[in-house]
């Protein structure tokens, strides 16, 4: 085979023009490149985890034992997710190893720790509420504190489709009934302001796949920078999601990077605002209030992202209320799509077929219409090229469209 000394190689995983098994020196090669691939993506994970955690010094790194199931070839029924918590859990762990204090928890000075019960919101409507008398935390619903607060629009956050409110509290109103010696002023855990958020209607406000079409719950956040001790101030995300997950991770691996953009530019404000060099006293004053106005622009920017975000969101539930219209429009995309618009959801083992003006329709395996969103191109893009949406093999994705010609023409 003399020509094929100049022909490409060919790429790791396409098979050979000639139909010839892969050699093991193709698959040495590809395991190669899958570890150079895991290896930098868990250093990614460790960096960004070490910058929201406020870690300064250099993480050591170590051995990572990585286990993964192996299902019989084409059973597909295991976790996609496998690796990915692994790899996640080992970078939470390294860096709460030399963090101040674990993000999403609070401190409770009754019991003295970062995990106690009261440390963590009860359930997803809950915000942080300040202390009590003796240090513990609180955890009120959202909108007890637009009440107590008497909010102007608090009316607007009740009824189907409640609209989005923000609320910005100075450290001095979360410590007020705090006693001293129940940690009021200690070094261990300071609130210095917080804003608080909601309701986001969890999974669809932060651009997360539903795991089933009815799951939407009210969702509530608390933003807050703490001092806890350490070199800089902390950027705490406060939040508990439906399966009683911490909210900070589902907000970091959110589709829509102008939310970790707003957490990432606040958190660069706490860097310089803990470089601050002043007097003791004055130097207290001074902070505050840039800690405050540093917590002012993230409130902006999640106003800014989620109400619009909403108005979306009520688009697409007046187009849902007319059944039949979506139904008939995505099978009419689907059968015009072409083969570059058709994909696979590994995940969720559904059939992803993207319309024009980035109407994407998700199919079942017997290319039942399941539901149809429109997404920003931006998202679209994401998905198909960072590997949700796998391409299919061409002889399933024919499969599917035969399913779909033959529903189509039995109805
Ligand atoms: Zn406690």
Same mark, same amino acid.
């Given at each position: 085979?003399?020509?094929?000394?100049?022909?490409v190689?060919?790429?790791?995983h396409?098979?050979?023009?000639?139909?010839?098994?892969?050699?093991t020196?193709?698959?040495?090669?590809?395991?190669?490149?899958?570890?150079?691939?895991?290896?930098?993506?868990?250093?990614?994970?460790?960096?960004?985890?070490?910058? *929201?955690?406020?870690?300064?010094?250099?993480?050591k790194?170590?051995?990572?034992?990585?286990?993964?199931?192996?299902?019989?070839?084409?059973?597909?029924?295991h976790?996609?997710?496998?690796?990915?918590v692994?790899?996640?859990?080992?970078?939470?762990?390294?860096?709460?190893?030399? *963090?101040?204090?674990p993000?999403?928890?609070i401190?409770?000075?009754?019991?003295?720790?970062?995990?106690?019960?009261?440390?963590?919101?009860?359930?997803?409507?809950?915000?942080?509420?300040?202390?009590?008398p003796?240090?513990?935390?609180?955890?009120?619903?959202?909108?007890?504190?637009l009440?107590?607060?008497?909010?102007?629009?608090?009316?607007?956050?009740?009824?189907?489709?409640?609209?989005?409110?923000?609320?910005?509290?100075?450290?001095?109103?979360?410590?007020?009934?705090?006693?001293?010696?129940?940690?009021?002023?200690?070094?261990?855990?300071?609130?210095?302001?917080?804003?608080?958020?909601?309701?986001?209607?969890?999974?669809d406000?932060?651009?997360?796949?539903?795991?089933?079409?009815?799951?939407?719950?009210?969702?509530?956040?608390?933003?807050?920078?703490?001092?806890?001790?350490?070199?800089?101030?902390?950027?705490?995300?406060?939040?508990?999601?439906?399966?009683?997950?911490?909210?900070f991770?589902?907000?970091?691996?959110?589709?829509?990077?102008?939310?970790a953009?707003?957490?990432?530019?606040?958190?660069?404000?706490?860097?310089?605002?803990?470089?601050?060099?002043?007097?003791?006293?004055?130097?207290?004053?001074?902070?505050?209030?840039?800690?405050?106005?540093?917590?002012?622009?993230?409130?902006?920017?999640?106003?800014?992202?989620?109400?619009?975000?909403e108005?979306?969101?009520q688009?697409?539930?007046?187009?849902?209320?007319n059944?039949?219209?979506?139904?008939?429009t995505?099978?009419r995309?689907a059968?015009?799509?072409?083969?570059e *618009?058709?994909?696979?959801?590994?995940?969720?083992?559904?059939?992803v077929?993207?319309?024009?003006?980035?109407?994407?329709?998700?199919?079942?395996?017997?290319?039942?219409?399941?539901t149809?969103?429109?997404y920003?191109?931006?998202?679209?893009?994401?998905?198909?090229?960072?590997?949700?949406?796998h391409?299919?093999?061409?002889?399933?994705?024919?499969?599917?469209?035969?399913?779909?010609?033959?529903?189509?023409?039995?109805?």
């Amino acid at each position: 085979m003399e020509n094929s000394a100049h022909a490409v190689p060919p790429q790791p995983h396409e098979t050979s023009p000639f139909n010839r098994p892969p050699s093991t020196r193709e698959l040495k090669d590809r395991v190669h490149q899958v570890q150079r691939e895991l290896e930098s993506i868990f250093h990614s994970l460790l960096e960004s985890r070490r910058r *929201a955690q406020g870690v300064h010094a250099k993480l050591k790194t170590g051995n990572l034992k990585l286990s993964l199931e192996l299902p019989q070839p084409g059973s597909g029924g295991h976790s996609s997710d496998q690796l990915y918590v692994q790899l996640q859990n080992t970078a939470e762990r390294y860096a709460n190893r030399l *963090a101040s204090m674990p993000l999403g928890q609070i401190y409770c000075h009754w019991c003295r720790s970062f995990y106690c019960e009261h440390a963590s919101p009860p359930e997803p409507r809950s915000v942080f509420g300040g202390y009590t008398p003796t240090g513990q935390p609180t955890w009120p619903e959202f909108v007890s504190v637009l009440l107590e607060r008497r909010h102007p629009r608090v009316d607007s956050i009740f009824g189907s489709a409640p609209s989005f409110i923000t609320v910005l509290h100075p450290g001095h109103e979360l410590s007020r009934k705090q006693l001293p010696i129940y940690g009021k002023s200690s070094p261990i855990c300071r609130v210095l302001g917080q804003v608080s958020v909601g309701y986001l209607i969890f999974p669809d406000s932060l651009s997360l796949p539903r795991t089933s079409p009815a799951q939407r719950t009210p969702l509530a956040l608390t933003f807050q920078v703490v001092d806890a001790g350490g070199s800089s101030l902390i950027l705490n995300v406060v939040g508990k999601l439906p399966d009683g997950t911490p909210a900070f991770q589902a907000f970091e691996e959110s589709w829509d990077t102008r939310l970790a953009d707003a957490l990432h530019s606040t958190r660069r404000s706490l860097e310089e605002i803990s470089l601050l060099k002043t007097s003791r006293k004055s130097r207290a004053r001074e902070r505050s209030r840039l800690v405050m106005g540093a917590l002012h622009n993230l409130e902006k920017n999640l106003d800014r992202i989620f109400r619009q975000r909403e108005r979306r969101t009520q688009h697409s539930q007046e187009r849902h209320a007319n059944r039949k219209r979506p139904t008939s429009t995505a099978f009419r995309d689907a059968l015009e799509a072409s083969a570059e *618009a058709i994909f696979r959801d590994v995940e969720e083992q559904t059939w992803v077929v993207i319309g024009p003006k980035n109407r994407v329709h998700v199919f079942n395996d017997q290319a039942r219409h399941v539901t149809s969103i429109v997404y920003s191109g931006e998202t679209v893009r994401a998905r198909t090229t960072r590997g949700k949406w796998h391409k299919p093999r061409a002889e399933e994705r024919t499969a599917f469209q035969q399913a779909l010609e033959r529903l189509t023409q039995g109805e």
